[in-house]
């Protein structure tokens, strides 16, 4: 975590004013460090028919051998989706384990960063960059793919160029773009463009 995201952190948020959600991630982390956590998330997603997974709602890969869990994982389970956020990309023992898992075909890998990481040096060619902007003048640098924003940035549209996150982007629209629907993040992309999001127009 940066300083630039530490002050409008959901997930830190939620676990402060929610003491429920604070020991679920409490037991989450003990649960990550068990010998057959991999047997188990593979055995979840078997049982639950599940197609699409985001790891780390809230959090990161906060070691090595915990990204190479979730590695085996991905090379098990061909038919998931698997994307996800990681600023880890700042620990090389990481990022190689990281972009080890950006080669798989159903794995879609989002390097974060903002104004305190800067953008990575080297980004592997199936990786994209997400950028958070937490001030109206951090705007997004070049090789910035998806642009996320602060809640209290998003009610203006975006006029940088860059493409924001569709439940971001200050753009009115019939209906509220779901993550389901969007797909920007974890939907195949092999292009490297983003294609707008369909809404379906209201009732």
Do not use: Q
Request: hydrophobic residues 45%; aromatic residues 10%.
């Amino acid at each position: 975590m940066t300083a630039a995201c530490a002050g409008d952190c959901y997930a830190v948020a939620f676990a402060r004013y929610r003491p429920a959600a604070a020991a679920a991630y409490r037991r989450n982390l003990a649960l990550a460090r068990r010998r057959d956590f991999v047997r188990r998330v593979r055995a979840f997603l078997v049982a639950h028919a599940v197609r699409i997974v985001r790891i780390h709602v809230g959090g990161d890969f906060f070691a090595a051998c915990y990204a190479r869990k979730w590695l085996r994982i991905m090379r098990r389970s061909p038919r998931v989706r698997f994307y996800f956020y990681t600023r880890s990309w700042r620990v090389p023992a990481i990022k190689a384990v990281v972009d080890r898992m950006a080669e798989l075909p159903n794995c879609r890998v989002w390097y974060s960063a903002d104004r305190d990481t800067g953008v990575p040096a080297c980004v592997p060619p199936r990786v994209r960059v997400a950028w958070l902007m937490t001030d109206p003048a951090d705007l997004p640098p070049p090789g910035t793919d998806l642009v996320f924003r602060v809640r209290r940035l998003r009610p203006v549209a975006p006029t940088f160029g860059a493409c924001v996150c569709p439940a971001e982007d200050g753009v009115p629209r019939p209906r509220p773009v779901t993550c389901e629907r969007c797909g920007i993040c974890w939907r195949p992309n092999p292009d490297g463009r983003f294609p707008l999001p369909v809404v379906e127009p209201g009732p």
